[in-house]
């Protein structure tokens, strides 16, 4: 008997209509020939730090941090629950313990000779099911791998006759392994340290901060921009009747309108003749096939649906057999796929598309495909009228620009250009575009208008009649989903300007992209970010509007308070992590080496000597008693955001901020405020007027106090 453990019951199910007639049972569908069962995702997750320490208090302390494991141990998943006294306890869900139950009887029947592994197709997949195997299974059995790059029956069987040995994925489980390891590394050692010290809840990631320090970073450069003037000269004439418009490259500052002035009269006085007019016909190209950003992108653009929306309908989709696997990072096929492509081609011309088989190598690139090919149609097509509004404007957005990519007809342009030369002074190239046969565009939405140019010759003088005009900077823009997302794919990437003119060209040069993303440079993956990114939400870090990210004020206390505790969680930091993890997956190192970089990391954070001149300050923790209360004579203790007395229920108003004069005061001259009355003396304040100044602080009655005796 061949036992294949699905990731979830909606993947046993297909499995189930590919295999054939199955008798359902408890947990579990089985034939003569096949048993198929489930998990309901992860089943196990790693243990808390107590587990490691043999602490009994579940409460957090700066003791057992950091946290470096010898070995990492899993259990089965638990919740957080209360007690009826109010006592927080971790119970395993009966569900769960039912369930796994079942799989560990099913793996050690002696009837079952093969188990298979039908996780997901992606790293996650591959160690949810081999955790359960792992944690089952009581003998050796031979063990396969079931690779699903969609959910339809015909896919299913295929892959049932094409199994590999388990063996022959080890490198995935590796990476798979590493990132779980390294995340809850970061996430609960780094977690608890923030929180100790802040006294709020901070979700301290290795991914997480990165996104929110992004917009974070975004959002004040927004709201510390301040607008200059500036010229540039343009011209507005009309030559034949047909006006002319042609804008100068140099900027000139607020200062320089006399300089801009005099420009301007120089082009007027030397003249402008056209030196070339060109004009060809043109095939425009499509846009290339979604990988899951891409889709989430144009979704988010174009009918304001979340990442998280987006995700849960692409999934529903993907389950239902009608679209390939979700989370892929690529925009291209594989050319094992082309027989593939034929048949999904054939059956979409059904539906009346005029569609042809292309083999291109913008289309059809095994270099550009680490596990998953890009998100197509399958053969298998809905019922419209079966499906929700939004997923209809999923599978639609997906299915047209399969048909455009597919297209037979191409979008026919004619394409002009013509340089205007001023004297030795500066070339002025005016460009045109008009569509003459739409082709693929009849499918797929193309946003560009018609742009005619005038009609001139090589040789012709044109009226001219510059001038000084008056603009003025403009602040960055917010991210949207679509500019948030490209920055993770790659937050590296230095140009994107000729980006959409190379794709429509056909020359689509991304090969920059597709190395970062094969390095481990981006920030998340295509199967974590959605979900990361949702957390932040959740966390009140961030908001989405339309499709338009803005930082809120936990955000912004997340970043400020992190990095007064020297946590440099960055895209750097990030994206070296990233690249051990492909490194991991590629053979050049092990778990382990992955495992002791993230840990090397964490412990510089820990052991940081704290100073004015590197690390930020030292304020203490949470919940810190500094001294006593010069109003009352109770403790003061160090709060989330300041120094505040223990009798504030009593009335008493004794408060001090953690810094004064955009100074960080270090808890280390606090406790000596208080118990001598004054500190020594702090360089590095900074006055309404901006100028830095030195003082030493002493209590003044109810409030602190500059101190300037010399």
């Not at 579940?58 to 998943?77: G, I």
């Not at 680490?370 to 209809?392: G, M, Q, R, V």
């Not at 050049?588 to 510089?604: G, H, M, P, R």
Request: net charge neutral; glycine share 6%; aromatic share 8%.
């Amino acid at each position: 008997m061949i036992l294949i453990i699905a990731e979830k019951p909606s993947l046993a199910r297909n499995i189930v209509a590919g295999i054939g007639k199955m008798d359902k049972k408890d947990g579990y569908f089985e034939n003569s020939e096949y048993i198929v069962t489930w998990a309901f995702g992860h089943l196990f997750s790693l243990v808390d730090i107590e587990s490691y320490t043999g602490s009994e208090s579940t409460r957090w302390t700066l003791t057992n941090l950091p946290c470096f494991p010898e070995k990492f141990r899993f259990e089965l998943r638990a919740e957080e629950k209360r007690t009826k006294d109010g006592k927080k306890v971790k119970a395993t869900d009966p569900g769960v313990k039912k369930q796994f139950a079942i799989i560990e009887k099913l793996c050690n029947r002696t009837d079952v000779t093969t188990i298979v592994n039908a996780g997901d197709a992606d790293r996650e997949g591959e160690i949810i099911v081999r955790l359960c195997v792992d944690n089952a299974l009581r003998t050796n059995k031979e063990k396969k791998r079931l690779w699903l790059p969609d959910q339809t029956p015909e896919t299913v069987r295929a892959a049932l006759a094409d199994m590999k040995d388990e063996s022959e994925y080890e490198r995935l489980a590796d990476e798979g392994f590493a990132r779980t390891y390294i995340d809850w590394l970061y996430g609960v050692n780094l977690t608890r340290y923030a929180t100790i010290m802040t006294g709020k809840l901070l979700r301290v990631g290795r991914v997480i901060v990165p996104i929110v320090r992004a917009i974070y970073e975004r959002d004040m450069e927004i709201l510390n921009f301040k607008p200059e003037k500036y010229y540039v000269i343009s011209s507005s004439a009309k030559t034949h009747g047909e006006l002319v418009e042609l804008t100068g490259k140099e900027k000139f500052s607020a200062t320089e309108l006399e300089r801009a002035e005099a420009v301007a009269k120089l082009y007027n006085e030397t003249g402008a003749v056209v030196v070339s007019s060109k004009s060809k016909e043109d095939k425009i190209h499509p846009g290339k096939l979604y990988s899951l950003s891409t889709l989430q992108n144009v979704l988010g653009k174009r009918y304001k649906m979340s990442m998280s929306d987006s995700l849960a309908i692409i999934q529903k989709l993907y389950e239902e057999g009608y679209l390939t696997y979700p989370r892929t990072n690529s925009e291209y096929l594989a050319t094992a796929e082309k027989d593939k492509m034929k048949t999904i081609i054939a059956n979409i011309a059904k539906l009346g598309y005029a569609v042809k088989f292309k083999d291109s190598k913008s289309i059809f690139d095994d270099s550009k495909i680490e596990s998953h090919s890009a998100l197509t149609p399958t053969y298998k097509i809905p019922d419209k009228s079966k499906l929700s509004e939004k997923e209809n404007q999923v599978y639609s957005t997906v299915l047209r620009r399969f048909v455009a990519v597919f297209c037979a007809e191409d979008c026919i342009a004619e394409k002009s250009e013509i340089t205007i030369r001023v004297g030795e002074y500066e070339d002025f190239v005016l460009k045109g575009t008009v569509i003459r046969e739409p082709g693929w565009t009849k499918y797929d939405e193309y946003t560009a208008k018609d742009k005619i140019l005038p009609k001139l010759e090589v040789g012709e003088s044109v009226n001219i009649d510059f001038s000084p005009e008056e603009k003025q900077t403009t602040p960055p823009k917010h991210y949207t989903i679509e500019t948030l997302n490209n920055y993770l794919k790659n937050p590296f990437k230095s140009d994107k300007a000729k980006a959409k003119e190379l794709e429509e060209s056909g020359e689509i040069d991304d090969a920059e992209d597709y190395k970062a993303i094969f390095e481990g440079l981006e920030l998340g993956t295509e199967a974590t970010r959605t979900g990361i990114i949702d957390n932040a939400k959740k966390s009140g870090y961030i908001d989405l509007k339309k499709d338009v990210y803005t930082i809120l004020d936990g955000g912004i206390h997340l970043i400020t308070s992190i990095e007064k505790l020297g946590i440099s969680m960055d895209k750097y930091k990030t994206s070296e992590l990233g690249k051990s993890l492909k490194k991991v997956y590629h053979g050049e190192i092990t778990v382990d080496d992955s495992v002791k970089l993230a840990e090397s990391e964490i412990a510089k954070i820990f052991s940081a000597v704290r100073s004015r001149d590197n690390t930020p300050v030292d304020t203490g923790k949470y919940g810190e008693i500094v001294g006593v209360c010069p109003l009352c004579s109770r403790h003061v203790v160090r709060g989330t955001r300041g120094y505040g007395c223990m009798g504030y229920a009593d009335g008493c108003k004794f408060r001090m901020g953690l810094s004064l004069c955009n100074r960080e005061i270090p808890i280390s001259e606090v406790k000596r405020l208080f118990a001598e009355g004054r500190t020594a003396r702090l360089d590095g304040f900074i006055s309404k007027s901006g100028k830095l100044f030195s003082a030493r602080l002493k209590i003044d009655g109810d409030k602190v106090s500059f101190d300037f005796d010399r």
